[in-house]
Every structure is written in structure tokens, then in C-alpha cells.
């Protein structure tokens, strides 16, 4: 019973959309703690910015005392009193908490700091705007890169949707458990958790908004990562559940922008530096992949996916173009058999790049190195 109740009350709280972020309260994790009883109780944590229509509560209030086996009296919503702790409320709509007047009611502060993780090291988020442009690549060959060059490095798939680290890395067993936590498999010297550790292969991803942010923290607290110097995080493409658990979860170091030289992934890839802009991380750079082939016969190089986009998109950002990783033949293959390209062909060209970058990253990120935030 309490599956479907939840199940119901997501659903209603997911039709309420926030006009300012232009996606539902679910999506845009707003809801936090969502929790349902046998008796028809509910509660949960509501997460509202001042930039926020402070209708929203009312809204989120009226939804789930609607929906079919919620008892109004049990409902509980828990809001940020301003200098104060979660407070409870179960006053009429528009009423102010204790502490606020009535032209703050429904106003909260944004969600709680992120939690400081220092065994994991310098925190990098890997991100894009949309599939299919090298990301999960990018991420693979950035973190063995970094653990050949001697540091301690942990790489955590957060592409819940999509993840392909497993292959990528040749690995496919379940983590075992030790003292309560999962311990990470390894592969060329890097650390790996993942969904596709957890799931059968061929099961389809299906996870609502809540359900990603549990993994994401699960993934953060309840692995035994050990004490690390880089912690490479491939994102999900685009911006949605589990970009905004990480960056309410823990402090992102930096993150990463991979894009394609055309100009629809330069777009959309723009809209995912500009989500980190809005939680307050900064972007180290743009990463161009796929730049071009070079024929090796004639020595002519191909722009099969066009040209310029990282370095347009990096010149918009106000942020350094890192590297342009060329068209590598062989590296998907590469890269489906668990073999990333740095290891399998370290003298190639784009393992050169990719070795590059990596010495880049670890320069810009180094400890005491401060990052500006972006502002549009």
C-alpha cells in the first residue's frame, strides 16, 4: 500500500511546475524526504528559493491532501525557518511560520550546504548537454590517465539512465561489502561504482526523482572509496535529478563541459554550464571531442562533424577551451572491449590529448587553487 501511496503523491507533486525553472517541483528537487505511512500519513521536506513563487507550497499542500488515501491531519511539511532549523507546519495556506511575518510566508532559504567529503579529494563532474558526444569517454580516459600519473583515483557513474563505465572498464561483478559499505571494483588503477554494477544488464533504468537522489548519496556515503586525490563523477546527459542531488550533496570541485564541434551539442551543451552556474560550481573549461580526423595517408584533416563549436562555446562560458580530442578510428571498439584508449594505444593521438588533459585537470584543481563561478 504505502508503494502506491507514494507512487501517487510523487505523481501529484510532479504535475505542479515551477514557472521560474520551467520543470516540475520532482524534477527540479524541490521535494526532498518524501516519506508515506500505512495510516496515510506523508511528509516531506520542501525546498522553495526566494526567487520562487511562494504559491508553490500552497500548491504542493493542496495536491497531496487530494490525492486518494492521504489523511490531511498526517500530512507534514517541513520548511526552512530563515536562522532557524526544519520546522514543521501544518497552518493554513498563507499563514506565516514562527519567525516569519506574513510577507515571508512560504519563503524558505535554499537547501542545506553540501556535505564536505575530503577523503575523496578534488570532486570533478563530468557533464553534457546531450548524448552520444564522448562524455562517459571523456571520463574514463580522464581518471585512468590521472591514476597513471600516480594519484588515487575513484570514477562513480551517476548516468543512472545510461551507464557504461562497466563496459567501458571491462568489469560486470557486484562490489562486495565490507564493514557495511560497498567496496568499489578496479580497473587500471581506478576506483568504479556504478548502477550497472547493481542491475542486471539488460534491465531497464526506470527511476523516479527520488530514487536518484537516494543512489547518488548512497553512491557518496555507503562506498569505501578510501582516501583519494581526484574523484571523477560521469554525469547523465543534460540537466535533471541527478546533477542537482550532487550539487546539493557534496562540494563539486569543478566540472567539466563535453561537447561536439556542432552547433546543436554546442547548445545544449550550454544550457548544462549554465545549471552549474545557478548551484555554484565552477566550470574548469570545454572539452571538444570528435574535432576532426586526420587521413593518414594524405595527412588532411576531416571536420566530419564540423568545426569551432568547443572553442565558440568555451569563448560564450568566458572559460578556457581544455582540448579538442580528434576522431580516433578503432576507440569505440576500444572502449566496448574495456580498454580505454590511453592504455590500449598510449601512443596515439588522442591518448596524447587525453593525457594532456588530464595534467591540465590536475593543475587547475589543485588544492588551494581557487575557481571562478560563472555569471551570465
Request: aromatic share 4%; charged share 20%; net charge neutral.
Amino acid at each position: 500500500m504505502t508503494d502506491a501511496l507514494l507512487a501517487r503523491v510523487t505523481a501529484a507533486l510532479a504535475r505542479i511546475r515551477n514557472p521560474r525553472l520551467e520543470n516540475d517541483l520532482i524534477s527540479a528537487g524541490m521535494v526532498r524526504d518524501l516519506a508515506v505511512t500505512d495510516t496515510g500519513g506523508v511528509s516531506f521536506t520542501f525546498l522553495l528559493s526566494r526567487e520562487d513563487p511562494a504559491t508553490l507550497v500552497r500548491e504542493a499542500r493542496a495536491a497531496v491532501r487530494a490525492v486518494e488515501g492521504v489523511q490531511p491531519d498526517l500530512l507534514k511539511i517541513s520548511v526552512q525557518d530563515p536562522g532557524g532549523p526544519p520546522r514543521t507546519t501544518h497552518q493554513a495556506p498563507g499563514a506565516p511560520l514562527q519567525g516569519q511575518t506574513h510577507g515571508q510566508a512560504g519563503m524558505v532559504p535554499p537547501p542545506p550546504a553540501p556535505i564536505e567529503y575530503p577523503e575523496l579529494g578534488r570532486i570533478i563532474a563530468i557533464s553534457s548537454g546531450k548524448g552520444g558526444v564522448g562524455k562517459s569517454t571523456v571520463s574514463a580516459n580522464l581518471a585512468v590517465a590521472l591514476a597513471k600519473a600516480g594519484h588515487s583515483v575513484g570514477l562513480m557513474d551517476a548516468d543512472i539512465y545510461g551507464p557504461n563505465i562497466p563496459r567501458m572498464f571491462g568489469v560486470f561483478e557486484k562490489p562486495p561489502l565490507a564493514g557495511g559499505k560497498m567496496v568499489p571494483l578496479e580497473a587500471h588503477g581506478v576506483k568504479l561504482m556504478s548502477i550497472g554494477f547493481l542491475i542486471d544488464r539488460d534491465a531497464p533504468a526506470i527511476w523516479r526523482g527520488p530514487i536518484i537522489m537516494k543512489i547518488v548519496q548512497q553512491f557518496l556515503r555507503d562506498v569505501a572509496w578510501g582516501q583519494l586525490d581526484y574523484f571523477i563523477i560521469d554525469l547523465p546527459p543534460g540537466t535533471g535529478d541527478a546533477q542537482l542531488s550532487l550539487a546539493q550533496s557534496c562540494n563539486l570541485s569543478a566540472a567539466i563541459i563535453v561537447t561536439t564541434p556542432q552547433d546543436v551539442a554546442v547548445g545544449d551543451a550550454l544550457r548544462g554550464a549554465k545549471m552549474f552556474e545557478r548551484v555554484n560550481v565552477p566550470v574548469l573549461g570545454v572539452v571538444e571531442n570528435m574535432s576532426g580526423f586526420t587521413d593518414p595517408v594524405s595527412g588532411r584533416t576531416i571536420d566530419l562533424f564540423g568545426s569551432g563549436g568547443g572553442q565558440r562555446l568555451a569563448e560564450e562560458l568566458g572559460v578556457p577551451l581544455l582540448s579538442q580530442i580528434p576522431l580516433q578510428p578503432g576507440l569505440a571498439t576500444l572502449a566496448d572491449g574495456g580498454r580505454p584508449i590511453v592504455v590500449a594505444e598510449p601512443d596515439s593521438s588522442a591518448a596524447e590529448v587525453l593525457r594532456a588533459l588530464a595534467a591540465t585537470v590536475a593543475q587547475s584543481v589543485s588544492r588551494g587553487h581557487s575557481l571562478p563561478i560563472l555569471r551570465g
